[in-house]
Every structure is written in C-alpha cells, then in structure tokens.
T-cell receptor
Framework: AQTVTQSQPEMSVQEAETVTLSCTYDTSENNYYLFWYKQPPSRQMILVIRQEAYKQQNATENRFSVNFQKAAKSFSLKISDSQLGDTAMYFCAFGEYGNKLVFGAGTILRVKS | NAGVTQTPKFQVLKTGQSMTLQCAQDMNHNSMYWYRQDPGMGLRLIYYSASEGTTDKGEVPNGYNVSRLNKREFSLRLESAAPSQTSVYFC???????????????FGPGTRLTVL
C-alpha cells in the first residue's frame, strides 16, 4: 500500500515571500500521479497542482510549482509571492490505480501580513 | 452548476443511532468517493464507486455502507453510530472510470458529524 508523509505540521511565511512544503511517499509502482490539494478555512478542498510520474518536467500553475524527485520519492510544493489567501491546510496525495487518493496528514500554512 | 453537494452540513447523533449522508454531483461524473477527515490523519477513503452500479471498499470501510443510487447520487450510511465515527465526511467525484489515478477529484463542502 502507498503511504504519504508530510513532515511539517505547521509553517508560516510572510506575505510576498516564498515557502516550500515537503512531501515524501512510498510506492512500488512506476506510473502514478501526485497531487497537492488546498483546504482553506471554508473546508472546501481545491486542487492546486498535479504531476504525472512519467513526466520529468516539474508541473507549474502560476505561483505554484513542484519539485518532483522520482528516485527520492519526494514531491515538494513551492509557493511564490505568498498571499493572504494562500492560508490553508495543504495536503499531498498519491493517485492510486483506480483513481483512489491516498492523502498525507497535511501541513497548515499561515501567511502573515 | 452546483458541483458536489452534501446534506446535512452538521449532525449530532447518539451512540447506536443510524443515519444516511447524502451526496449528489451535477458534472456527469462516473466515479464517486466518500472520505473521512480526522485531525492529524488527512483524508481516508471509506468507499468508492468507480462507475454506476459498482462500489468498493476503501481504507476504512468498517461501520459504513454505501449505495450508488444512480449516476448522480452516492449515499453513505452509518447503521449503528459509534463515537469513533465522529469526523468530517467528504464526498467527491471525478470523471472516471479511468484507471490510471490521474483524475482530479471535486469535493463537496463536507458534513461534520458528532457521535455522543
């Protein structure tokens, strides 16, 4: 079974600065997907970014980018130019065969003004 | 489009009571999911339905049953609630039933359930 580990329970960053959230996973599969989901205080889960394991190029979505290291089984999320609206819980997730998601425990990110 | 809707938003039950959580999606998705979210544990899959007419157990199915009523609706039933089932429950859907694991899942707003 796949496991996902987020080792940073909480982080904080000043507005306009850059922050990196860590995620490691364990799997014996070769082809899979990785995701970062955001859960703001409203509780609504929102997809931030998605990475296909067979693609070497790191995914980017505006201010959000990932550093995908397949051999190290590492998948970190970098948020540039942090905004107050980025304050949320961030979950790293592994996409299993059958479209099931395995989530990490989450990292609470607080953006300070 | 409402996306994924869940009812109720909040519920308090006594131990041993039963209830059904309702979920509906209007995106014509094939696959639907039920998760529970507990502090420090992220979201864990309870049951899922890859397509209409099929349901399968996830990581934590004990104490729950599901029904895929039609393509739009996927309900979760607690037959005899226990305090360990106090949690926030999320329903999600995805285009599916692609098997590769890459579909984006769209989540409902969640149901906060307390079992006394």
């Amino acid at each position: 079974a796949q496991t996902v580990t987020q080792s940073q329970p909480e982080m904080s960053v000043q507005e306009a600065e850059t922050v990196t959230l860590s995620c490691t996973y364990d799997t014996s599969e070769n082809n899979y997907y990785l995701f970062w989901y955001k859960q703001p205080p409203s509780r609504q889960m929102i997809l931030v970014i998605r990475q296909e394991a067979y693609k070497q190029q790191n995914a980017t979505e505006n201010r959000f980018s990932v550093n995908f290291q397949k051999a190290a089984k590492s998948f970190s999320l970098k948020i540039s130019d942090s905004q107050l609206g980025d304050t949320a819980m961030y979950f790293c997730a592994f996409g299993e065969y059958g479209n099931k998601l395995v989530f990490g425990a989450g990292t609470i990110l607080r953006v300070k003004s | 489009n409402a996306g994924v809707t869940q009812t109720p938003k909040f519920q308090v039950l006594k131990t041993g009571q039963s209830m059904t959580l309702q979920c509906a999606q209007d995106m014509n998705h094939n696959s639907m999911y039920w998760y529970r979210q507990d502090p420090g544990m992220g979201l864990r899959l309870i049951y899922y339905s890859a397509s209409e007419g099929t349901t399968d157990k996830g990581e934590v199915p004990n104490g729950y049953n599901v029904s895929r009523l039609n393509k739009r609706e996927f309900s979760l039933r607690l037959e005899s609630a226990a305090p360990s089932q106090t949690s926030v429950y999320f329903c999600a859907s995805s285009e599916g039933p692609g098997l590769a694991g890459g579909d984006e899942q769209f989540f409902g707003p969640g149901t906060r359930l307390t079992v006394l």
